[in-house]
C-alpha cells in the first residue's frame, strides 16, 4: 500500500530532475545531504564492504542486533506542516519573478513541481526506501556472517521482534524477506510485539525519566538558546534571502523547510527536493546542530538516567549470548530512542564537552547524522575462538572498538566485567519508578 502512496505522490515531480545543470548559486547537493540529522537516509551511512568478517581460530557463532527501523513518513505534524509549504512555494516562485532571491532556473523548476499529498493516517509508516534499507542491511549482514546468520530459516535459530509500530514491524518483515527466499520468509515468527517493552523502548514507560528528562524545561535549554542565537539569526537571514522572501522567516518555518529537505532526501533515491535549496552547508550544519542539541539532552550524555536505563537491553545481550538452546540470530527492530541510548551507555561517540548553545563543534563525532541516521543499527556478534569467546561490535555495519575495550574484538568476559553493573544492577522499577524524594 505505502508504495503506491509513494508513487502516487512523486510521480509528478520525479522527471525532469535527472539531470544537472550548472549551478549559479554554489549549492552542492552532497554538502547539504550528509547534514540530514535523524532524517538522514542509511544509503548515505553503510559499510558497502560486506566481505565476511574473518578472524584466525574464531568462527561467529551468534549475532544480536538492534535495528532502528528505516526511513518512514513523516508524524502527523510534520505532514500537517509540509502541506502548509504550499504556499511557501508561490511565494519563493512569485518572488524570484520580480527579480528577488538568489535561486537559478534548475531550482526554480524544482520548485515548480513540487507538491505533497501524503495523509496524516500514514503517519510514521515505513516508506519503499525503508524497505530497501531492511532487505539489502539484511543481505550484507548474512554475508558478512554466514554462519551466525543462516540462510534457511529455522524458529529454533532465529529471533525476532518489533516495537507495537507499524513501522518497526514492516522493518523487521522487509529484513526478513533479505535473509530469507521468499518461500521461507513467510513462514518466519515474530515474537509478539508488546505494548510496553522495557527491553526494545525502555524509556517509554520509565516515570522518572519521563518526568525528569523528557518533561524538564531544562533538558530543552540548551536547544532553545541557541534557537535565539546570533548563529541562528544570521541562518535564518540568509535562508530568507536566498528564497527571496523580503521578511526574515521564523524559525519555525526555516526548520519545517529543513525538515521537508531530510524526509524528501531519504524517500527517493535520486530527486532532489526544493527546499534543500534554502541552505547550503554552513546553514544545514546549523539546523542539524539544533537538532543535535535536543537529542543529546534528552536523548544521550545530557542526564545520566537516560542511558543508565538502557541497560534493560545491554544486560539482555549478554543474558542471550549465555542461554543454551537459545537463538543464535536475534534482530531487534526499535527507534531512534533506543539506539540513541544504548550508544551512550556503551560511551560511544562522547564529546570532550557537553554540546552547548555557546558553539558548533564542527568535528564532533556525536552528530546525528552519522549516528542516529534512519536504519541505524548495532551489532553485537560472538565469536568462538580457540582462546576463549570474543564480541565484534559493528554500528552502521562498521567495525567499531568500544572504548572499554583494547581491540576491536573483545574478550566476552572483560565485557562482562565492565558492565558488572548493568547485568546484575539493572533495577528498572527502582530506577524508574517515582518516589518521594524526587519533587
Ligand atoms: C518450529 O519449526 C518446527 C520444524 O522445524 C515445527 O515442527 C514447529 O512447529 C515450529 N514451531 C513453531 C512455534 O512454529
Ligand atoms: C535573534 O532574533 C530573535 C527574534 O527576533 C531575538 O529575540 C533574539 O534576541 C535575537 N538574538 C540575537 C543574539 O540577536
Ligand atoms: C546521576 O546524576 C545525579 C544528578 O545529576 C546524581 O545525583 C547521581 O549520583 C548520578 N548517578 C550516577 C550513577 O552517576
Ligand atoms: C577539525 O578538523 C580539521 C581536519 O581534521 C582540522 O583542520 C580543524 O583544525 C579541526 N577544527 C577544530 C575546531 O578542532
Not at 532556473?105 to 519503499?128: A, C, G, M, P
Not at 541562528?232 to 519545517?256: P, W, Y
Not at 535520486?270 to 535536543?294: M, N, R
Not at 536505563?309 to 543464535?328: G, L, S, V, W
Request: proline residues 3%; charged residues 25%.
Amino acid at each position: 500500500m505505502i508504495i503506491q502512496i509513494m508513487n502516487f505522490h512523486f510521480i509528478s515531480i520525479i522527471v525532469a530532475t535527472f539531470y544537472q545543470v550548472p549551478e549559479i548559486t554554489a549549492f552542492s547537493f552532497n554538502d547539504v545531504r550528509n547534514h540530514l540529522g535523524t532524517r538522514t537516509p542509511y544509503r548515505f551511512k553503510y559499510n558497502k564492504d560486506d566481505s565476511r568478517i574473518i578472524f584466525p581460530g574464531c568462527k561467529d557463532v551468534r549475532i544480536w542486533m538492534i535495528i532502528r527501523h528505516g526511513t518512514r513518513l513523516p508524524s502527523a505534524e510534520d505532514i500537517v506542516g509540509i502541506n502548509t509549504l504550499r504556499d511557501m512555494k508561490h511565494e519563493i516562485l512569485l518572488s524570484h519573478k520580480k527579480g528577488q532571491g538568489e535561486l537559478n532556473s534548475e531550482q526554480l523548476k524544482r520548485f515548480d513541481k513540487w507538491s505533497s499529498n501524503i495523509v496524516v493516517e500514514e503517519e510514521k509508516y515505513l516508506t519503499h526506501e525503508g524497505q530497501d534499507e531492511m532487505i539489502l542491511l539484511a543481505e550484507r549482514m548474512q554475508k558478512r556472517f554466514p554462519n551466525a546468520i543462516k540462510s534457511k530459516y529455522d524458529n529454533n535459530t532465529f529471533y525476532f521482534k518489533y516495537t507495537a509500530t507499524q513501522r518497526a514491524q514492516q522493518s523487521a518483515r522487509y529484513f526478513t524477506i533479505g535473509l530469507f527466499e521468499k518461500k521461507n520468509a513467510q513462514t518466519v515468527i515474530f515474537s509478539p510485539a508488546n505494548k510496553v517493552d522495557p527491553i526494545l523502548r525502555f524509556y517509554k514507560h520509565c516515570d522518572k525519566w519521563q518526568k525528569q528528562v523528557k518533561k524538564n524545561p531544562n533538558t530543552y535549554k540548551e536547544q532553545k538558546l541557541f534557537g535565539d542565537s546570533r548563529t541562528m539569526n544570521d541562518t535564518l537571514e540568509i535562508v530568507s534571502r536566498k528564497l527571496g522572501f523580503d521578511k526574515v522567516l521564523s524559525l519555525d518555518k526555516v526548520n519545517l523547510m529543513y525538515v521537508t529537505c531530510g524526509y524528501e532526501t531519504s524517500w527517493l533515491k535520486h530527486y532532489i527536493s526544493p527546499w534543500c535549496h534554502g541552505f547550503d552547508k554552513e546553514t544545514a550544519e546549523v539546523l542539524e546542530y539544533y537538532h543535535d542539541l535536543k537529542h543529546y539532552w534528552m536523548d544521550s550524555y545530557g542526564h545520566n538516567l537516560t542511558y543508565r536505563q538502557a541497560c534493560m537491553a545491554i544486560k539482555t545481550m549478554f543474558e542471550d549470548f549465555k542461554k543454551k538452546n537459545y537463538p543464535h540470530a536475534t534482530f531487534l527492530f526499535a527507534h531512534s530512542g533506543t539506539l540513541l541510548k544504548i550508544l551512550t551507555h556503551l560511551q560511544l561517540y562522547k564529546p570532550s564537552a557537553p554540546l552547548t548553545a555557546d558553539a558548533i563543534d564542527k568535528n564532533r563525532t556525536w552528530r546525528t547524522s552519522d549516528i542516529d541516521c534512519f536504519a541505524s543499527n548495532l551489532a553485537f556478534v560472538l565469536y568462538k575462538c580457540e582462546d576463549g569467546d570474543k564480541v565484534l561490535v559493528l554500528h552502521q555495519e562498521k567495525v567499531i572498538k568500544l572504548p572499554m575495550c583494547d581491540h576491536e574484538l573483545c574478550p566476552l568476559a572483560d565485557l562482562e566485567k565492565h558492565f558488572y553493573e548493568s547485568i546484575y544492577n539493572c533495577d528498572y522499577s527502582d530506577m524508574c519508578s517515582l518516589d518521594t524524594t524526587d519533587t
